[in-house]
Structure formats: structure tokens, C-alpha cells
């Protein structure tokens, strides 16, 4: 497809609101925007309000680094306004998804937002696996970013100027937006650091190594990782030692995804006496967490409470 071609179709995509009357001026452009993240999706909406129609390609429950993406939802992103990602290597199937879809959004072009590219990234010395390995491996630094409740300043300024871009004439209405966000966000921060003020420098061991940037900023250590590397299981040697070094070390909590191996899990917290606490790493990947702020609220009510029992 032609540039001219791409462009027609990103515009077909804006959805025209009728205004409130005669004088209340042109009407409302709504922006059809796809997020690969429901975490991603309950961002852009804060910020775009009424002014976006959000669609997330991952469902919450799912490993987000192995997606099929569906014959739909290639052509809602190859109609959307804007294409709002992850990036690093977290989303290989995205990739694939675009390099077979004309009129895609290009990476890097403007209707594209590698939020990646707005924080500062976690474990960007680890060494890349060769890339059949594993199906996801981390190698540009730790994607799960958005688990750092801190990270959302600079994502939701990332969307908002985005968003700017695609409608000027609706900046005062993101800015307005993504303030009020940040008010909620702030709040959440005290409540959320009340809540795990007493267990400052609690030693977790995590399934995948989705949890860096929420234990840093709440001053909990994450003392190993089951799997070796990231997306690859452990061999029973290395389980076996990983236990032992959890019962010297006194590790009482094992964090696990919603899509960890329930018998892993119930063997390792078996074996190292440790309890295993399920926290969601996606918004929606609980009815409780139903956007941004509320997966923290979950995050640190279940985190707290195992931590608490553990004691
Ligand atoms: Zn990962």
C-alpha cells in the first residue's frame, strides 16, 4: 500500500462525535488506538478519555510474550490512528504481526509509540540468549516496566503528546486528563507505600522475572528467579538448588503469574516452605483490577498480606 494509501485508511479511523450544538464547534474527533497491553490500554484512556477507543491485542491472563494475534485484530491495526507497544523484544509476535500487514503502523513512524522508549529500563547488561533459546528473553533490558507505578509519569506524558499529535485542538483535554491521573496516582503511591513500609527489604523469589521494577520501587529484593533465563524452564538440578538456597537464605514468599506451572508452583513453595502469592501483572488479569491503579491496589493488598502471614 501506498503512503498516500496508509494515510487515508488511519484517517478513516477517527471516528467524528457529534457536537453538544451549532455553536459548540466542529465535532469531537474520537482516535481508534491499539495497545498491545491492557495495562497499555487503561493508560492511553485515562489520558484520552472520551477522545480514544482503545483496543488491546494480549489478553490479561495470557503469557504476554506468546500471543496469536487474531485475522481481527490485524485490521484493527492496520486501521488504527495509533499503535501504543511495549517494545523491547516483549511483544516478538507484534513483529511478526506487522511485517506480513500492509499499512501498518511503522515502527518508530507516527503512528507508532514504543513506550520503552519514555522510562528508564532495569537489567540492560543481561546477555541475549541466542534467539531460538527461548521465545522471549529479555535481552535489551527488562520489559515489565508499567509494574513500576513511578513509570507512569513519563508513559501517560509519552501518550499524551502522541495523542496531541493526532488532534491538536484536544491538548487541554489530555493535559486536563492525565493531571487528574496523576493525582490518583500520587495518592496511590502513599497508600501504596504505607502498605509495604514494614516489609522493606523482604526477600522474594519471582516464577518469570516480571516483578524488577516493582520491588525496587517498593524496597523489597527479589532474591532469585525460577526460571534460569527468562522463558526458559529450570532443570530439576538447578530447582533443586534454587530450594536449598531458599531455605538458607529464609525466602517466605514465591511470586507467581497467573500463567506459571500450578504444580511448579506448589512444588517449590512445598519443598522451601516459602508461601506462593499470585500476583497479576496485567490490568484485568483479576475482575479486582479492573484498571492501572486498581492492579496496584491488588498488587500490594495480596503481596502484603502473604508477606505479613510469612513473617
Ligand atoms: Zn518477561
Do not use: C
Amino acid at each position: 500500500m501506498t503512503r498516500a494509501g496508509a494515510a487515508l485508511l488511519a484517517l478513516a479511523s477517527l471516528v467524528l462525535l457529534p457536537a453538544g450544538g451549532a455553536a459548540a464547534g466542529p465535532p469531537a474527533i474520537v482516535l481508534a488506538v491499539v495497545t498491545t497491553s491492557s495495562d497499555l490500554k487503561s493508560l492511553v484512556e485515562a489520558v484520552g478519555g472520551d477522545r480514544v477507543s482503545v483496543d488491546s491485542l494480549a489478553p490479561p491472563l495470557q503469557d504476554p510474550h506468546a500471543i496469536d494475534v487474531k485475522p481481527g485484530q490485524l485490521a484493527q491495526i492496520r486501521s488504527a490512528a495509533l499503535l501504543v507497544r511495549v517494545g523491547l523484544d516483549h511483544e516478538p509476535w507484534l513483529r511478526r504481526a506487522l511485517a506480513a500487514l500492509e499499512g501498518a503502523p511503522a515502527p518508530g513512524g507516527p503512528r507508532d509509540l514504543d513506550l520503552s522508549r519514555s522510562v528508564t529500563l532495569l537489567q540492560t547488561e543481561t546477555p541475549r540468549l541466542r534467539a531460538d533459546a527461548a521465545p522471549h528473553v529479555h535481552g535489551f533490558g527488562n520489559p515489565h516496566y508499567w509494574l513500576d507505578p513511578e513509570n507512569a509519569r513519563p508513559m501517560t506524558a509519552a501518550i499524551a503528546a502522541a495523542l496531541t499529535r493526532l488532534d491538536p485542538s484536544a491538548r487541554p483535554r489530555f493535559e486536563a486528563q492525565r493531571r487528574r491521573f496523576l493525582e490518583r496516582l500520587d495518592a496511590g503511591l502513599l497508600r501504596w507505600r504505607a502498605a509495604l513500609a514494614s516489609h522493606r527489604g523482604a526477600r522474594l523469589v519471582t516464577m518469570h522475572d516480571t516483578w524488577p521494577y516493582f520491588a525496587a520501587r517498593f524496597g523489597l529484593a527479589i532474591a532469585a528467579t525460577v526460571e534460569p533465563a527468562p522463558g526458559v524452564p529450570p532443570s530439576p538440578a538447578a530447582l533443586g538448588s534454587l530450594i536449598e538456597r531458599m531455605r538458607a537464605a529464609g525466602v517466605r514468599v514465591l511470586v507467581a503469574e497467573p500463567y506459571a506451572d500450578p504444580s511448579l508452583v506448589h512444588a517449590i513453595a512445598a519443598r522451601s516452605g516459602a508461601r506462593a502469592v499470585a500476583l497479576v501483572p496485567s490490568v484485568g488479569g483479576d475482575p479486582q483490577a479492573g484498571d492501572y491503579l486498581a492492579l496496584f491496589d491488588v498488587n500490594v493488598e495480596r503481596l502484603a498480606a502473604a508477606l505479613d502471614a510469612a513473617r
